[in-house]
């Protein structure tokens, strides 16, 4: 089972920008998708953006345009590049991984605070 670690959460105000990385333990070259979800206080946890071992890209609408999700299986690590913060952007982001048969893996997650 791969281990993730995210860093990079903090708080910062609106409109400005925050870069979360995950380092997996293991390669990534095998896994399907890595990627990132959130989790708001009183809300389910929802997908944020993920990406393909092909490169394809999944955005929830509310951040399309505004964040970048990005692999480096080189590196082990998925990166999610977030500008234009909002307020409802608050959360707990969670790195994610999962296999091609399924599998699911998170983080410990990362606190993100869009406040002035």
């Known amino acids: 089972q791969v281990q993730l670690v995210e860093s990079g959460g903090g708080l910062v105000q609106p409109g400005g920008s925050l870069r979360l990385s995950c380092e997996a333990s293991?390669?990534?070259?095998?896994?399907?998708?890595l990627g990132w979800y959130r989790q708001a206080p009183g809300n389910q946890r929802e997908l944020v953006a993920t990406m393909s071992t092909g490169g394809k890209t999944n955005y929830t609408n509310s951040v399309k345009g505004r964040f970048t999700v990005s692999r480096d299986d080189d590196k082990k690590t998925v990166t999610l590049q977030m500008n234009s913060l909002k307020p409802e952007d608050t959360a707990v982001y969670y790195c994610?991984?999962?296999?091609?048969?399924?599998?699911?893996?998170w983080g410990q997650g990362t606190q993100v605070t869009v406040s002035s």
């Open positions: 293991i390669s990534t070259r095998g896994i399907y998708l």
């Open positions: 994610y991984a999962e296999s091609y048969s399924y599998q699911r893996a």
